[in-house]
């Protein structure tokens, strides 16, 4: 499925009478469609509210245009404020582990250092995206709930919800394809955590169910 950004139609030179539109093709005027309807959260830590209360639904699309006028016309990770998140979810699905399509589930978590907020972060943060709304893991992408960005002072976080802790054959595709796309090398292990364990850890680290 293509998720790259769309061009503007071209023209060419005629022999004599100087430029002539080429006639629009269906694809220049058609938006091509996703296969899912996706909502995107953003989450500003403001201490004053409670926590759902600053989670703020910014925009839905469910075509490959509409998301990219959504992600060129938003702030990229790097500038937000810390304690700001992003969350990119199926339509339906809220971006929290209490609900009922990701109580079940985990997710992927890459950490990242304080460096790589401006080498890294915004540029996996829209392959992330692109992984997402393009179905990217074949049919384990049926598995996958959402993302999430966090902008945080000792290092940002990236991951991908996936709604069954116990899927593993369709995790383990998720994390394999998800390093291979990021070109992630193979000496960095990416965790997979369920969000029972991360809720109810009581240290400052949580087990990983699964790596790669």
Same mark, same amino acid.
């Given at each position: ?36 309807? &996706? %909502? $995107? ?6 201490? !004053? +509210? ?9 925009? #839905? ?6 998301? &990219? %006028? $959504? ?6 990770? !790097? +500038? ?9 979810? #199926? ?122």
């Amino acid at each position: 499925m293509a998720t790259s950004e769309p061009r503007a139609p071209e023209t060419e030179e005629g022999p004599n009478d100087g430029p002539t539109p080429v006639a629009a093709s269906p694809e220049q005027y058609i938006k091509h469609p996703l296969q899912n309807r &996706w %909502a $995107l959260w953003y989450f500003k830590n403001d201490k !004053s +509210k409670s926590w759902t209360e600053n989670l703020r639904l910014i925009s #839905k699309f469910d075509t490959v245009e509409d998301f &990219w %006028a $959504l992600y060129n016309h938003i702030q990229q990770p !790097s +500038k937000l404020g810390f304690g700001c998140d992003y969350c990119l979810f #199926k339509d339906g699905i809220k971006p929290m582990w209490e609900d009922d399509r990701n109580k079940l589930g985990g997710r992927w978590l890459m950490t990242l250092s304080k460096q790589q907020r401006h080498n890294d972060l915004d540029r996996f943060w829209m392959e992330t995206l692109l992984c997402l709304i393009g179905e990217s893991f074949d049919e384990a992408s049926e598995d996958v709930c959402g993302a999430v960005v966090n902008v945080r002072p000792k290092g940002d976080k990236i991951s991908i919800w996936t709604g069954n802790c116990q899927n593993r054959e369709a995790i383990m595709t998720i994390g394999q394809q998800y390093k291979e796309r990021l070109n992630i090398p193979i000496k960095n292990i990416l965790g997979y955590q369920s969000h029972d364990d991360t809720s109810s850890k009581s240290g400052s680290t949580t087990k990983n169910m699964y790596s790669v």
